[in-house]
């Protein structure tokens, strides 16, 4: 049997955005501080960071730190836990064709063709129901 692919949605996010941004580890660890937590200082380590990004074991970030990684990577905290939810649990987000749905599914890319379409029929049928927020108009 086939060992399953490592996924590295996070470690690639937090690589290729450091380098975008020009910092280093210890720069990126120095910023990594939870917007929450006033007195708090930074959440992570740069040796951390280093084994994160060459895709070493690492214990799986709990929200404080992902929200300090996101403030340090200055991206949205969205983004930084849909790449950790990939990686470290195999969770992908599907989004519905009008983003106004949105589906957490284990390995969606592992799916049959039939079942993704499945996936996306029930975010169409769901999309038909009408929000709270489209009735506030009325």
């Given at each position: 049997?086939?060992?399953?692919?490592?996924r590295?949605d996070l470690?690639?996010?937090?690589?290729?955005?450091?380098?975008?941004?020009?910092?280093?580890?210890?720069?990126?660890?120095?910023?990594?501080?939870?917007p929450?937590?006033?007195?708090?200082?930074?959440?992570?380590?740069?040796?951390?960071?280093?084994r994160?990004?060459?895709?070493l074991?690492v214990?799986?970030?709990?929200?404080?730190?992902?929200?300090?990684?996101?403030?340090?990577?200055?991206?949205?905290?969205e983004l930084?836990k849909?790449?950790?939810?990939?990686?470290?649990f195999g969770?992908?987000?599907?989004?519905s064709?009008?983003?106004?749905?949105?589906?957490?599914v284990?390995d969606f890319?592992?799916?049959?063709?039939?079942d993704?379409?499945?996936?996306?029929?029930?975010?169409?049928?769901?999309?038909?129901?009408?929000?709270?927020?489209?009735?506030?108009?009325?």
């Amino acid at each position: 049997m086939a060992e399953p692919k490592t996924r590295t949605d996070l470690s690639d996010l937090v690589r290729q955005r450091r380098e975008e941004l020009g910092l280093s580890l210890r720069k990126l660890a120095d910023r990594c501080i939870d917007p929450e937590d006033a007195q708090g200082g930074p959440l992570w380590k740069y040796g951390v960071i280093d084994r994160l990004e060459k895709v070493l074991p690492v214990i799986p970030p709990l929200l404080p730190e992902l929200r300090a990684l996101a403030a340090g990577l200055q991206l949205p905290l969205e983004l930084v836990k849909e790449a950790a939810g990939a990686q470290f649990f195999g969770i992908d987000t599907v989004w519905s064709d009008d983003h106004r749905v949105r589906s957490l599914v284990h390995d969606f890319q592992s799916m049959s063709p039939d079942d993704q379409d499945r996936v996306q029929a029930l975010m169409k049928a769901w999309r038909r129901t009408p929000l709270a927020s489209d009735n506030d108009s009325e």
